[in-house]
């Protein structure tokens, strides 16, 4: 399903060419940034279900201390790596976008 997902945004951004109407280029953009938007609570929610699943499983199979500890830390480090990446990349780049193309709108115009 990501797979699917992401090769549709992709094919979205694609669509965003400097040579046409910036309109267009801003629609693409804010369209994507939608897409962005409705992707992190879905995310999150599939990431926990996954989470709970596996989880259950490690009860289930009674693993061992060691297990657990890197069942933790792969979590810890998943989770800042998604806040970080959310946060730094992606926010700061869409913003950069959507700033530079308003200004070529209004040059244009």
Not at 14 to 37: E, L
Not at 93 to 99: D, T
């Amino acid at each position: 399903i990501g797979v699917i997902w992401y090769s549709y945004k992709i094919y979205g951004l694609m669509k965003f060419d400097f040579d046409k109407n910036i309109s267009n280029n801003i629609y693409y953009v804010n369209r994507y940034n939608i897409q962005m938007k409705w992707e992190k609570p879905v995310s999150a929610i599939a990431v926990s279900v996954i989470l709970i699943f596996g989880i259950l499983r490690f009860v289930e199979v009674k693993a061992n201390m060691f297990s657990w500890i890197v069942l933790v830390c792969s979590i810890l480090f998943l989770i800042l790596f998604i806040y970080w990446f959310y946060r730094r990349v992606y926010s700061k780049n869409i913003n950069s976008v959507l700033k530079s193309l308003e200004e070529l709108k209004a040059l244009k115009d």
